[in-house]
């Protein structure tokens, strides 16, 4: 089966605090994405992981893949209120044209 | 370019009602897909295309159809809605090489009563 798993699922923190999110996922995947889902809006692309050891940062950011582990990590750096809100991790299984296979998402609320 | 556009924003329908959901995108993306939302559920992909003329299913197709009948435009169809098909719905497209990074519409919101 294929699967993506998120944790944690709800993280509540403090600005200027650090953390990280995890991915699993369930088998061979060529690609990881990182999206950003504001409340009611659309899915905003963050971060394309494309082999192992792949590191990206943008701003207080930064996302990695372990293809072996088949584990993404997305980690916050010195939080800022304005990073609030869910994030999603998607594993294209199947070459890409099977399309993405979501998590659940990370509800993340950053509090002043 | 407008990127990936979707009509309407927001729909109510009866249990029994037909439909169709708008995609257009202008970015001559080869591969779109339907994606449905639902709270604490990710996305679940419904149908993708690969090209004009090719569509096929994903993980939660029942009750939806599709055609591609242009590079530009791939419109999703509720034959008989039902309340299990109230959801955000969000088409997407992208390039199938070099990687398929996907462009995501704006979404449309269904309720169905």
């Known amino acids: 089966e294929l699967k993506v798993e998120q944790n944690p699922l709800f993280l509540s923190m403090q600005e200027g605090k650090n953390y990280t999110i995890y991915c699993n996922y369930s088998?061979?995947?060529?690609?990881l994405y990182w999206y950003r889902q504001d409340p009611g809006k659309s899915l905003e692309s963050l971060f394309v992981l494309l082999s192992n050891g792949a590191v990206k940062q943008e701003g207080r950011l930064m996302a990695s893949l372990d293809t072996k582990a088949r584990l993404s990590t997305l980690h916050i750096t010195a939080a800022v209120h304005d990073l609030s809100a869910t994030y999603f991790c998607a594993a294209d299984f199947g070459g890409g044209a099977d399309g993405l296979t979501f998590g659940k998402g990370t509800h993340l609320i950053i509090q002043p | 370019n407008a990127g990936v556009t979707q009509t309407p924003k927001f729909q109510v329908l009866k249990t029994g009602q037909s439909m169709t959901l708008q995609c257009a995108q202008d970015m001559n993306h080869e591969y779109m897909s339907w994606y449905r939302q639902d709270p604490g559920m990710g996305l679940r992909l419904i149908h993708y295309s690969v090209g004009a003329g090719i569509t096929d299913q994903g993980e939660v197709p029942n009750g939806y159809n599709v055609s591609r009948s242009t590079t530009e435009d791939f419109p999703l169809r509720l034959l008989s809605a039902a309340p299990s098909q109230t959801s955000v719905y969000f088409c997407a497209s992208s390039y199938l090489f070099p990687h398929y990074e996907q462009y995501f519409g704006p979404g449309t919101r269904l309720t169905v009563t």
């Open positions: 088998t061979t995947s060529d690609r």
